[in-house]
């Protein structure tokens, strides 16, 4: 048993391999300090997600300390000798203590900054597994397996189906789901209408519950969805409908103001727009006024999301159809976006 043991890493992101390392490094110290390496020109993920990812790792274990150590270095190609010595010096610092081993990858050899910059301290050579960082990052869903469940929600796209009533949006919204495999969002207004037994005479104060709800739901549901989470209806459809409801201005313009503020920190990685062109069905919930101008209302929606400036795709014809196209828009999304080599962030 070691006394004080240092392992470190970018976790950029954290995966399975890192997990094993930590665990077994722990194992062997009575305190052992992880560093996460952070570049501040690098395009990485955020250092807060990353330590955040990591803590959720160790907070079960007594003898583990997190630290978190930044660079300025443009690249981990141009991170060199001239960064190695001030950097270990931060590290010694932060630790305030001889540092009896050393754990890394053996990957890492005696040329290593590990080896040249920590001399006094013995060098514990982990057997690398097939995976990396970077593998995990040129395509999340190929190396799903490898990845840790608290880092998943990071890399699961979200996608959205909208439009006006009665245009297959809650069934294709499951049948996606069941597909994919993964789980999806209900409407949340659904459930929260039948209070009332009347849309039409539903109270502000449910619109605002099904604002925070909807959102709580999303948040919720991404924790444990399998790549992909597919939403029915947003904050934006709940202010479309506000517009039905018969009561003071204040108390509408109140609750638009709140589905505008979570339209604001919403992000989707693909919205689906369901056109008006299937028949529409009467099942006791909807709006006969909807019922009888379609079209209209359905150009109303579209005004919305465009005065947001958010982008959808259009999905028109029989139920087959409208499947198969949006599987093919789905399988579509790109996982991430590169400049220079980097990862760009486009969450």
Not at 31 to 52: D, M
Not at 150 to 165: A, H, M, N, Q, S
Request: proline content about 2%; some cysteine; glycine content about 6%.
């Amino acid at each position: 048993m070691y006394e004080v043991g240092m392992y470190g890493g970018s976790f950029n992101p954290l995966h399975q391999g890192h997990v094993r390392c930590i665990i077994e490094a722990a194992n062997q110290c009575k305190e052992l300090h992880i560093i996460i390496s952070n570049g501040k020109n690098r395009n990485e993920i955020g250092v807060r997600i990353k330590y955040r990812w990591v803590y959720h790792i160790i907070k079960h274990i007594g003898n583990v300390s997190l630290h978190i150590l930044e660079d300025d270095s443009d690249s981990k190609e141009n991170y060199t000798s001239e960064y190695w010595e001030d950097d270990s010096k931060k590290v010694k610092k932060m630790i305030g203590k001889k540092i009896d081993i050393v754990f890394c990858g053996d990957d890492y050899n005696e040329e290593s900054f590990y080896a040249k910059c920590y001399p006094e301290s013995k060098i514990y050579y982990f057997k690398r597994d097939e995976i990396s960082s970077t593998k995990i990052r040129s395509n999340p869903y190929k190396y799903w397996d490898w990845i840790p469940n608290v880092v998943r929600p990071y890399f699961i796209k979200k996608v959205l189906l909208i439009g006006g009533e009665s245009v297959g949006k809650s069934t294709l919204t499951i049948n996606l789901a069941n597909y994919y495999n993964t789980n999806y969002i209900d409407e949340a207004g659904r459930e929260l209408s039948e209070k009332s037994g009347n849309d039409e005479l539903m109270l502000p104060e449910d619109f605002t519950e099904i604002l925070l709800r909807h959102k709580i739901n999303e948040i919720e549901m991404l924790q444990t969805s399998n790549k992909v989470l597919f939403v029915d209806t947003d904050c934006l459809i709940t202010k479309f409908y506000l517009q039905f409801l018969e009561t003071n201005e204040q108390e509408r313009i109140e609750n638009e103001q709140l589905a505008d503020t979570i339209s604001a920190i919403n992000n989707y990685d693909l919205v689906l727009f369901l056109e008006p062109d299937v028949e529409f069905v009467q099942d006791g919930t909807r709006t006969e006024e909807i019922k009888k101008n379609r079209k209209k209302y359905s150009n109303q929606i579209k005004s919305i999301f465009d005065e947001k400036n958010i982008e959808y795709q259009c999905i028109t014809g029989n139920y087959q159809e409208r499947f198969l196209k949006a599987i093919e828009l789905i399988d579509g999304i790109e996982m991430f976006l590169y400049f220079d080599g980097a990862v760009k962030d486009i969450k």
